[in-house]
């Protein structure tokens, strides 16, 4: 008997030779439409084998047996990055058919007896070629996610009629759901599943708390998940603490609460809490206070080539995000965390390795935190603690990282201070700002700080009794 691979390359080109079809172009329309079905089917057929290895090599390199995984000894992290390597297939749908495959792998346990799969009406639909890999990876998704809560007859019963719909099966499916509308029934039976839960709230919600960080699309990442309740008071509390006095959550006194401060806040309150969720993420990054470029557990490196830097064309890359980094992102990040300069030469080899530049130490930072008090734009409530430290004068152009060389500036308004119109000088070690001429036409330029130890000086200064005056 010849063993799979030569059975499969015999059916390959049986199928070749088969599948040598008229162009459909000359089909009638009902014609074109059941040979398009037809086709599905025996894609469908391969998909379920295909499900099927991938999910034996997911067994073969489950996370118990360590350095024995099967991914492990072939150089790659997990078995979706295997089958990728393998297939040429994308990472998506790889871990597709890792999910439906280890669902659906019939197994014997240790002392020989059978061991169904996880959801058996899902393994034997997809063998008989009537279920779909999309519809199959549907079910297993959505009831996956009740899987810890549900009781398991329920469950049972929620995937035998979700296979029941998407195969046309039994008497209340007549038409055969779509992928997408499985999704839809799959989701309302995981609600429904869920509250049957018969475990305290609380277990229930410690299982099923999750986070995660999407894929990109339009450019941005989604974030989505499900937070224990007192960690989404504290967030919440978080983020409303320091939205802008227009949108009602900072805490300015009334005289602070210019028109000018209240007029510049073009953000909306969705931007806004984005902006304070980068503050506290950079707040965290920070916590470890080492001014270093790979140093900290924290740091993220982007790279850039100095040409794209130098002349504002092409992007940077971050470590662990698909999405390419814009120039003026990257020129905010180099301006808070600093540059390493690596030169290669044309092969690729590093000739050149600079030390770390632009970071502003601890005590710097601590001396700018005393001076400049919080974020520098008026009305901005940011404190100092989530603030940047702005080089004044940019490094390409001479600046020096230095005390009287940065400012304290919120993650927002360093991000945008090139396009905002917001002038930043010094002045003898103190910072002046200038409104933008939208809001403030022939605006002049005016001292800025929140620091209680310098509004005392200034009041010590303009009203105290000569006596008390210092020199
Ligand atoms: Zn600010």
Do not use: Y
Not at 39 to 47: A, H, I, K, P, S
Not at 315 to 321: E, I, L, P, R
Request: net charge neutral; charged share 25%; aromatic share 2%.
């Amino acid at each position: 008997m010849a063993g799979i691979p030569e059975a499969l390359e015999q059916v390959r080109s049986a199928l070749h030779a088969a599948l040598d079809l008229d162009p459909p172009r000359g089909l009638g329309d009902d014609e074109l439409l059941v040979a398009l079905g037809a086709l599905e089917g025996v894609g469908r057929l391969l998909d379920a084998h295909r499900a099927t290895f991938a999910g034996e090599v997911a067994d073969r390199s489950r996370v118990e047996l360590g350095a024995g995984r099967l991914s492990t000894r072939k150089g790659c992290r997990s078995a979706a990055e295997l089958i990728e390597r393998v297939t040429q297939v994308s990472g998506t749908e790889a871990r597709r058919r890792v999910s439906v495959g280890r669902a659906t792998l019939a197994d014997t346990g240790l002392t020989g007896q059978p061991v169904p799969a996880a959801h058996p009406h899902v393994a034997a639909a997809l063998v008989a070629g009537s279920l779909g890999l999309d519809a199959a990876a549907t079910i297993v998704r959505e009831l996956g996610r009740t899987r810890t809560v549900a009781d398991p007859t329920r469950l049972d019963v929620a995937e035998r009629e979700l296979v029941d719909q998407a195969t046309g099966t039994g008497d209340a499916a007549p038409v055969r759901a779509s992928a997408d509308e499985l999704a839809v029934q799959a989701r309302a039976w995981a609600v429904f599943l869920d509250q049957d839960g018969t475990e305290p709230d609380d277990e229930r919600a410690m299982r099923r708390r999750g986070f995660r960080v999407g894929r990109a699309r339009d450019g941005l990442i989604q974030i989505s998940g499900e937070l224990l309740p007192e960690v989404a008071a504290k967030l919440k509390r978080l983020l409303d603490a320091h939205l802008s006095p227009r949108s009602g959550g900072g805490f300015l006194t009334g005289a602070e609460r210019s028109d000018l401060a209240v007029q510049a806040e073009t953000r909306t309150t969705e931007q806004q809490r984005h902006d304070v969720l980068a503050a506290i993420i950079d707040t965290a990054a920070r916590s470890g206070e080492h001014p270093s470029i790979g140093g900290a557990a924290p740091t993220v490196l982007v790279s850039v080539r100095a040409v794209d830097l130098e002349t504002g064309s092409g992007a940077g890359h971050a470590d662990g995000v698909e999405l390419p980094i814009s120039l003026r992102a990257v020129r905010h990040m180099v301006c808070t965390g600093g540059i390493q300069t690596v030169v290669s030469d044309a092969a690729g080899r590093i000739i050149r390795l600079g030390s770390p530049e632009r970071c502003f130490t601890p005590h710097q930072r601590r001396a700018i935190t005393l001076r400049d008090g919080g974020c520098l734009i008026p009305g901005c409530t940011v404190p100092a603690a989530w603030c940047e430290i702005h080089h004044v004068i940019p490094d390409a152009r001479g600046g020096p990282t230095h005390t009287e060389n940065g400012v304290l500036l919120c993650w927002f308004h360093h991000r945008t201070i090139d396009s905002s119109g917001w002038g930043i000088r010094m002045r003898r070690g103190v910072p002046e700002i200038r409104p933008p001429a939208w809001l403030d036409p022939g605006g002049s330029w005016r001292k800025s700080t929140t620091s209680p130890t310098r509004l005392a000086d200034r009041l010590d200064h303009d009203h105290a009794p000569p006596e008390r005056k210092t020199a």
